[in-house]
């Protein structure tokens, strides 16, 4: 990888961290509908006026999704700038995945704004951009083999293999933590998300098969097809209502009849 791919992987990574912590915000100031329902523009405008906090904190959250968007396409292109020969290295592998999630990412978001961001949702959006992101950095630093073993890393619950093996744990720790999300999403939600249960389930196995197996290539498409499924089967979730208004009545148990009166 040239030094111009790296540094806007790291550039783009950086932003992505920073949009993380402006969504944080957006949810702890209760600032998310401060553009209305609106999207993608804020309030019916591209320039809103700013003349109330959480519009101002939910535009900002916006621009910065934009500036992402934005670097994470360039990588893309400069990646496909390098394939030459048209073999794929795993870093040019990466922006292609990054910028497909990257339009599914979008595409959630702006569903969670349309559903009237319901909580379950906002943390599914949140924990499946977060592994999926320390997913494609582990690709494209070369720090898929960082952490030999299953589940834990080296052994260990806390590695000591340095960066590239930090990395690799937080991803791990992050598909685990999403596995706990979806488990909690399908306790609430009984009639969904079974789906999306079970494409976790699968690309954890396939995650523990590639490491024992020495990480081949046929896997490690299927890791990445996988993982853009379970995107697929997020946006899928939060688009399906959560029960058709006939069964919702008829599962509602009956109100108390009303004592006759003359």
């Known amino acids: 990888m040239t030094r111009r791919f790296q540094t806007l992987a790291w550039t783009a990574a950086e932003c992505t961290y920073l949009l993380i912590v402006l969504g944080a915000v957006v949810r702890i100031t209760g600032s998310g509908l401060g553009c209305g329902n609106h999207w993608p523009l804020c309030n019916g405008h591209l320039f809103p006026p700013l003349n109330d906090l959480p519009t101002v904190i939910e535009w900002s959250h916006r621009m910065v999704a934009a500036v992402v968007s934005l670097l994470v396409v360039g990588l893309a292109l400069v990646g496909w700038r390098l394939t030459g020969s048209g073999s794929l290295e795993p870093g040019v592998r990466a922006a292609y995945t990054a910028l497909v999630l990257l339009v599914i990412q979008v595409l959630l978001g702006a569903v969670t704004v349309k559903t009237g961001l319901t909580p379950a949702l906002v943390v599914l959006h949140l924990a499946t951009f977060i592994t999926v992101l320390f997913g494609a950095l582990t690709a494209n630093l070369g720090a898929t083999a960082a952490c030999g073993g299953f589940p ?5 619950i806390i590695p000591s293999g340095g960066p590239l093996a930090a990395i690799q744990w937080t991803h791990r720790l992050l598909a685990y933590a999403l596995l706990a999300v979806v488990i909690w999403w399908v306790a609430r939600e009984p009639r969904r998300g079974w789906l ?9 196995g396939i995650a523990a098969t590639m490491v024992e197996l020495g990480f081949p290539g046929a896997l490690q498409a299927a890791h990445a097809a996988v993982g853009a499924g379970v995107w697929a089967a997020v946006v899928g979730t939060a688009l399906r209502p959560a029960a058709a208004p006939a069964a919702a009545a008829a599962a509602s148990p009956p109100g108390p009849t009303p004592p006759y009166t003359r």
């Not at 834990?152 to 260990?156: A, E, T």
């Not at 999306?196 to 954890?204: D, F, P, T």
């Open 152 to 156: 834990l890393c080296n052994g260990l």
């Open 196 to 204: 999306l249960l079970g494409l976790v389930l699968i690309q954890i």
